[in-house]
């Protein structure tokens, strides 16, 4: 199983993404997924994450006011929309999914799957 996020690029402060996840060999949309990055030099930061259902969803306070996760169990993707980009925002991008766990009520954070990550990177 491979978790792929797509849809980063260099993009100028104050524009706007959406990225995406996938999976190969197997569906998510069973489980739930969540957004983390890591800027060059930091650790890994945890933005968002969201329930099978795509009903829950929980966010970091950094970034709850410009993010949005959401899925689309129906294409069998995760999305991130990220608003009003900042150059502190330049980062890989990584998708993750909690695929111990199917079908559970609410967020589950045993995120054991990872993606390979998209670069995201933010010109002032």
């Known amino acids: 199983v491979q978790l792929q996020a797509c849809g980063g690029g260099l993009v100028q402060a104050g524009a706007s993404l959406r990225l995406s996840c996938a999976a190969s060999?197997?569906?998510?949309?069973?489980?739930?997924m969540g957004w983390f990055r890591q800027a060059p030099g930091k650790e890994r930061e945890f933005l968002a994450a969201?329930?099978?259902?795509?009903?829950?969803?929980d966010y970091s306070d950094s970034v709850k006011d410009r993010f949005t996760i959401s899925r689309d169990n129906t294409r069998d993707t995760m999305y991130l929309q990220i608003d009003s980009l900042k150059p502190e925002d330049t980062a890989v991008y990584y998708c993750?999914?909690?695929?111990?766990?199917?079908?559970?009520?609410?967020?589950?954070?045993?995120?054991?799957?990872w993606g390979q990550g998209t670069l995201v990177t933010v010109s002032s």
């Open positions: 993750a999914a909690d695929f111990a766990h199917s079908y559970y009520p609410g967020i589950q954070y045993e995120f054991d799957s």
């Open positions: 060999g197997r569906t998510i949309s069973r489980h739930s």
């Open positions: 969201i329930d099978w259902t795509g009903t829950d969803t």
